[in-house]
């Protein structure tokens, strides 16, 4: 049945092979087809919301207008006052739902996640008025079935769609492109024939703009002259190109976007609202409780990671929490070590390493593999002692710090920063050490992937604990 299924989508190809689904199938019956073929089960409440999703989301609250307490989107002004999609998927209403339960202290958001949804499903209560709208371009379908009642699936759809200029997608799509303000594509593939038609009508309807106002991220790869012709034709239809290595890259540019640029010496611009929602303070490292309280749960985490994913023998694992602390006088420009837990795994920390234990987070001035995955929000590894990054800006008086000596009682070393809070912006660093040259986490990346994240994910959750005041104050 599989080298059925696989020989008639590679003669047909994808589109096809809707269209020969939809056509066998009724409306209610495809439906539930594409919802099984989407979600593979899963219920609302066990989707999975990524980094980027939940950056996407962020865009829409107002920092300016967002103390703690009160909850403000964009309205008019600067500012994403709607979010477009052609997934059928309600990720983006996930992120936007989390976000406004984190800054408004909601218990849930499963609640609240149709209400910024276009366009409306028959169940969906309606809007405000000040929720921001993800709008489906080709419509919305859940997991329990239920779906909007346009949906845009199908080969003879697409082909619709070309012949009917005024149809609610290409309007729609045409809006965005021509709006006031700048326009992000992301996610979106350049090679579909209906974004390039529009694309080409926008760019034939302002021959007389300089500038372009529409920007999409696109990844550089080797060799270079290939890239640069390509930027050469996107300039050409005034579409901006940025350039980056690795998509996991391009939350960091979002948070750019919204808090503003790094300039030279300069922490980045939502550190504020990082502390605020960490709450760290030095009178809280002094004090004995902070070392009982965060000793027990990296000494848990350790424990759970040693017993589930340490399978090598003699391979060992350390722990080092970083997070920025408040409370000293003068602005906060560098992470602290608040926390250690050793290769045996005892805790081997005390209040003074969070204070000699310092790397600095200015632009320029960025030290170690911690301080990157902090400042840019993204994992960052050296394996078997190799890594860019790996004691970047490290005095040999520091080295020696870190280490424990004149020689590293490690060879791999992994920093996952860990988001939280409705903006989802970096509170912290948990780094692992480990004694092997081919440490567990590239096992688990080249054999189980799906290991990989359960490792991830519980290294976050006990993060989240760890930095999060509320979580603390559970």
């Not at 409705?422 to 912290?428: A, D, E, I, Q, R």
């Amino acid at each position: 049945m599989e080298y059925i299924r696989r020989d008639v989508y590679d003669r047909l190809g994808r589109d096809a092979v809707a269209e020969l689904v939809y056509r066998s199938s009724t409306a209610g019956e495809f439906r539930r087809r594409l919802s099984a073929a989407l979600y593979g089960g899963r219920r609302i409440d066990q989707l999975y919301v990524s980094d980027l999703q939940r950056q996407i989301a962020a865009l829409a609250i107002d920092p300016s207008r967002f103390d703690g307490d009160k909850f403000l989107w964009h309205k008019d002004g600067p500012g994403v006052s709607s979010i477009y999609t052609t997934n059928f998927e309600p990720l983006l209403e996930l992120g936007l739902a989390i976000a406004e339960a984190e800054g408004t202290g909601r218990s849930s958001h499963l609640a609240r996640f149709r209400y910024f949804r276009q366009p409306r499903g028959a169940a969906d209560a309606d809007t405000n008025g000040n929720e921001p709208q993800i709008r489906h371009l080709h419509g919305w379908v859940d997991p329990d079935g239920d779906a909007s009642g346009t949906l845009v699936y199908a080969e003879s759809h697409y082909i619709s769609l070309q012949r009917s200029p005024a149809a609610r997608p290409n309007r729609q799509t045409e809006e965005i492109l021509t709006a006031r303000g700048a326009t992000i594509v992301l996610g979106m593939s350049l090679t579909d024939p209906n974004l390039r038609r529009l694309l080409y009508s926008v760019a034939d309807d302002s021959l007389g703009e300089s500038s372009a106002s529409t920007y999409v991220f696109l990844r550089q790869e080797e060799p270079e002259i290939g890239p640069a012709y390509v930027a050469r034709f996107w300039d050409l239809l005034k579409v901006g190109v940025i350039p980056v290595t690795a998509w996991a890259e391009i939350p960091n540019f979002l948070r750019q976007i919204q808090w503003r640029p790094p300039v030279i010496d300069s922490v980045p611009g939502w550190l504020t609202e990082s502390l605020r929602i960490t709450g760290l303070t030095w009178n809280d490292i002094d004090r004995g409780t902070w070392a009982d309280y965060f000793g027990g749960l990296l000494q848990a985490l350790h424990k759970q990671l040693s017993l589930l994913f340490l399978t090598a023998p003699r391979e060992q694992i350390s722990l080092a929490l970083f997070a920025p602390v408040s409370g000293d006088s003068g602005a906060v420009a560098t992470i602290s070590q608040v926390g250690l837990v050793g290769l045996n795994g005892e805790l081997d920390w005390t209040p003074t390493n969070a204070r000699d234990r310092t790397l600095d987070i200015r632009h320029g001035a960025v030290q170690g593999l911690a301080g990157l995955a902090f400042v840019e929000g993204t994992i960052r590894e050296a394996i078997d002692g190799q890594g860019k990054g790996l004691d970047l800006g490290f005095t040999p008086e520091m080295r020696r710090d870190f280490d424990g000596g004149d020689y590293r009682a490690w060879r791999s070393l992994l920093a996952i920063p860990i988001l939280g809070g409705p903006f989802w912006v970096p509170l912290g660093v948990i780094c692992l050490h480990s004694t092997s040259a081919d440490p567990f986490w590239k096992r688990l990346e080249r054999r189980r992937p799906k290991h990989f994240g359960d490792f991830r994910q519980a290294v976050l959750k006990a993060g989240s604990r760890l930095l999060r005041r509320s979580q603390r104050s559970d």
